[in-house]
């Protein structure tokens, strides 16, 4: 079956370290994203990529960083820039305009 | 102030109830997305829509352009579908704007 496969499911890091959530698709999709949620808030855009070696910032991308060197993957890395960065991370695929969105499990990211 | 409202932020219902859930948005968009997220926090994509009407089983969704409304409806309410349904604006580009979504507790 295809579909996305995140993971971990539940992050644990210190304070100060980097931490690279994985995003696996096996759609064929072109587009990719990347969100974060906080609890009482919408889901937030960080990065996207509409095609191989290609990637925009979303609206929160301050303190994350992302590569699209193949179809199937889109890592998102936390790095120690972010200021917040526990919450629920989200990665999604599209096929193209018209065609919707299928959204991966989610990885609960928790920074102590 | 979010681009996109939901109403209400928290829904209690008996089984079986007839639900509503609204989205109102305040840009032009080529697309609606209602999107359910269980406790685990998964989404499930439920409808895309721009125009009129769609239904996939107990649920129905609406929209109306002119007015900027979306509703979302399940009929003869179950506590399986117990969750956070979430309304998202698409603007042109693909990129998704997200309601806070609306928790929906259905009690047997």
């Known amino acids: 079956d295809g579909g996305i496969t995140q993971s971990p499911k539940y992050l644990f890091r210190k304070e100060g370290q980097n931490v690279t959530l994985s995003c696996e698709q096996n759609?064929?999709?072109?587009?990719m994203y990347w969100y974060r949620q906080d609890p009482g808030q919408g889901l937030r855009l960080i990065y996207y990529s509409q095609i191989v070696n290609d990637f925009q910032k979303g609206d929160i991308a301050e303190g994350y960083s992302v590569s699209r060197e193949k179809k199937e993957s889109f890592p998102l890395t936390v790095t120690s820039a972010q200021k917040n960065p526990t919450a629920f991370y989200l990665c999604?695929?599209?096929?193209?305009?018209?065609?919707?969105?299928?959204f991966g499990s989610g990885t609960r990211l928790t920074v102590v | 102030k979010n681009e996109v409202e939901q109403s209400p932020q928290n829904l209690t219902a008996q089984e079986g109830e007839f639900i509503t859930i609204n989205c109102s948005y305040s840009v032009g968009i080529s697309a609606l997305h209602w999107l359910q997220q269980h406790p685990g926090g998964g989404i499930v994509s439920l409808f895309m829509?721009?125009?009129g009407k769609k239904k996939h089983g107990r649920l129905i969704a609406t929209i109306n352009i002119q007015e900027k409304h979306s509703s979302l409806h399940i009929t003869a309410s179950h506590p399986r579908d117990s969750a956070v349904y979430i309304c998202a604006v698409e603007v042109g580009n693909e990129k998704l704007t997200f309601g806070t979504g609306t928790r929906l507790t259905i009690i047997p």
């Open positions: 829509l721009s125009s």
């Open positions: 759609l064929n999709h072109d587009a």
């Open positions: 999604a695929t599209a096929r193209g305009p018209g065609y919707g969105y299928t």
